[in-house]
């Protein structure tokens, strides 16, 4: 199994982006899907996750009310939708994924398949 991701790229305090993140085999309702991030000189963090079959999302605090979740399960795609981007979101961005449920979803260790990072740029 691999992941897909797109999108990303050099943008504005204030502005919106769209990650996206495809599962290249089975259903992605099947899969926990969660979106880390990783500054230079930080560790590897969490930022949401939308559970097995889509039941519920999750999201730190200083994310909450500006970036959503949402599952394509036709087209096999979970997209990260970024809005009222900061500074302090520039990272790189990475989709994990893994079979069935997790309890645990924002351990970076829960997750068995990884995409390979998109870069987000936040200027001020």
């Known amino acids: 199994v691999q992941i897909l991701q797109s999108g990303g790229g050099s943008l504005e305090t204030g502005s919106s982006v769209t990650l996206s993140c495809a599962v290249s085999?089975?259903?992605?309702?099947?899969?926990?899907v969660a979106w880390f991030r990783q500054a230079p000189g930080k560790e590897r963090e969490f930022v949401c996750s939308?559970?097995?079959?889509?039941?519920?999302?999750n999201y730190i605090d200083s994310v909450k009310e500006r970036f959503t979740l949402a599952r394509d399960n036709f087209k096999n795609v979970v997209y990260l939708e970024m809005k009222s981007l900061k500074p302090e979101d520039t990272a790189v961005y990475y989709c994990?994924?893994?079979?069935?449920?997790?309890?645990?979803?924002?351990?970076?260790?829960?997750?068995?398949?990884w995409g390979q990072g998109t870069q987000v740029t936040v200027s001020s």
């Open positions: 085999e089975g259903s992605i309702a099947s899969y926990t």
């Open positions: 939308t559970r097995w079959g889509g039941a519920s999302t």
């Open positions: 994990a994924a893994t079979l069935g449920p997790l309890e645990d979803d924002i351990a970076v260790d829960r997750y068995d398949v």
